[in-house]
């Protein structure tokens, strides 16, 4: 899709010199619930968009939509692969505490873990976000990856759901569950979804707040099956910015894309760019139906990717032992709401996808539930550029079976269990691609002790 940075404005809340006018006007708040319009991509990383610093990979739409809003230059998961990541997100509660500590698959590998069979009993008992908005007056869709369980019916406050279906994923033709039945479809599956949640769009009822997650699969694998369009749109590209490097010793989950990085790096960008394509589209659909003005839009990915960077492809388990780098860890949080949230602005805090669900609770007025001892906290006032009653915290943990991870603004420090894999310390300001490992250098001494003190703490108290 062809759009040029004036009819993109034109879907865009009134073009970015409006959204200031409202701003200086300091208008109210309106006194009706925002709607929520959340945008998950698979297996994005924060790195791979033009406006997180990409040079190479053509995020025009995103770049745009960042513009118009606020990006967090500090956004981390808990758990980087998808399924226990989105448990969090959704949950606000971490992998210890949710049960689900990897993707879900039907064929697990053991030596090393990969993957989990199923979801724990106790995970049926978890409260989503979507349970709390629905409570709160809410119309929840879901279109998209689920990867949770019960995929087909995702239950949990959602009146209209559109989800993968089948073991075979597919970018064509795909097999999907409509509210909870099978259905064979024709086409690209990141338009159909699209087309979805258009159409959940289309139900909504003037007064009555929606809660709509459209959970893309680009850029997950396999990279075949986009339009054409967007392939040839890198025939040429080198990828030369990436700073990628030949394969590493220790590679391990899809380790076969190595063999020709440049190649598939050239595939991957153009599932990113299919998926950019599908921003105006939304915005479109939003504006026709009056409800763009008062829609809180968030765009994010469930984990990040590393592409080739440390002669590695995948994310959490692209290596033996698994990694928490920044590239797997770090992913984009761009907040547009049109009045509300400053323009071309971005927040540094940490923050961890442990605290949207109360962040998105407080956004609708819903009560964040008082006995699931959540570790997340609100951050809707750094979104809204507004000061806080108590200050920012400023560490933040990771948690991936057997590794786990705190970091600050300037270090991180990652423990393997049970000789899993040596530690390691990097000091994020003089080394941010984390090449040194600093964990036996006596001179961080006294910040290995206190992170460590600190991801002790952490354990204990959200167990």
Not at 392 to 407: D, I, K, P, Q, S
Not at 420 to 427: C, H, K, S, T, V
Not at 432 to 461: C, S
Request: with cysteine; aromatic share 10%.
């Amino acid at each position: 899709m062809q759009w040029t940075r004036r009819s993109l404005l034109a879907t865009l809340p009134g073009s970015l010199l409006a959204q200031r006018k409202k701003q200086s006007e300091a208008a109210q708040p309106s006194a009706a619930k925002p709607n929520i319009l959340l945008i998950f991509a698979d297996d994005l990383p924060a790195w791979a968009l033009g406006c997180y610093g990409n040079k190479e990979i053509k995020t025009p739409n995103i770049d745009l939509l960042a513009r118009g809003g606020t990006r967090f230059l500090n956004s981390y998961v808990c758990t980087p692969i998808c399924s226990p990541s989105r448990a969090t997100l959704f949950t606000g509660r971490v992998p210890r505490q949710h049960g689900i500590h990897d993707f879900l698959s039907a064929n697990p590998v053991e030596k090393p873990a990969q993957g989990q069979k199923d979801v724990p009993e106790s995970f049926a008992k978890e409260v989503m976000v979507s349970d709390l908005l629905s409570g709160a007056g809410y119309q929840c869709g879901y279109v998209g990856k689920w990867h949770m369980g019960n995929d087909a019916k995702p239950g949990h406050g959602y009146s209209y759901t559109y989800t993968l279906g089948g073991l075979k994923r597919s970018y064509q033709d795909p097999q999907m569950n409509l509210n909870g039945q099978p259905v064979e479809e024709k086409g690209y599956l990141t338009e159909l979804l699209t087309k979805r949640a258009g159409e959940f769009l289309d139900q909504q009822k003037p007064g009555t707040p929606f809660f709509l997650t459209v959970g893309y699969l680009n850029p997950h694998t396999p990279y075949e099956g986009h339009p054409q369009r967007y392939y040839d749109m890198y025939q040429t590209a080198n990828f030369e910015s990436i700073g990628w490097e030949p394969a590493a010793p220790n590679a391990l989950r899809e380790k076969n894309y190595l063999s020709d990085i440049v190649g598939n790096n050239r595939k991957h960008a153009a599932s990113v760019t299919a998926l950019d394509d599908q921003i105006p589209v939304l915005l479109k659909k939003l504006q026709e139906k009056g409800l763009r003005e008062n829609t809180l839009i968030i765009l994010t990915g469930d984990n990040g990717f590393l592409l080739g960077r440390h002669g590695l492809w995948s994310k959490g388990h692209a290596s033996d032992p698994i990694n928490m780098y920044e590239e797997v860890m770090q992913v984009p949080m761009i907040w547009n709401w049109m009045g509300k949230v400053p323009v071309e602005a971005t927040r540094p805090e940490l923050i961890s996808f442990y605290d949207l669900l109360p962040t998105l609770c407080e956004v609708a007025g819903a009560q964040a539930p008082a006995d699931r001892n959540l570790c997340g906290r609100s951050y809707l006032q750094l979104a809204l550029n507004k000061k806080l009653e108590q200050p920012w915290r400023n560490v933040l943990f990771g948690h991936f079976r057997y590794t786990e991870m705190a970091r600050d603004a300037r270090y991180k420090v990652i423990l393997r269990n049970n000789g899993a894999g040596p530690n390691e310390l990097y000091d994020l300001r003089a080394d941010p691609r984390e090449k040194t490992n600093q964990y036996d250098n006596p001179l961080f001494l006294q910040v290995r002790e206190r992170l460590t003190r600190e991801l002790e703490g952490w354990r204990k108290k959200y167990a």
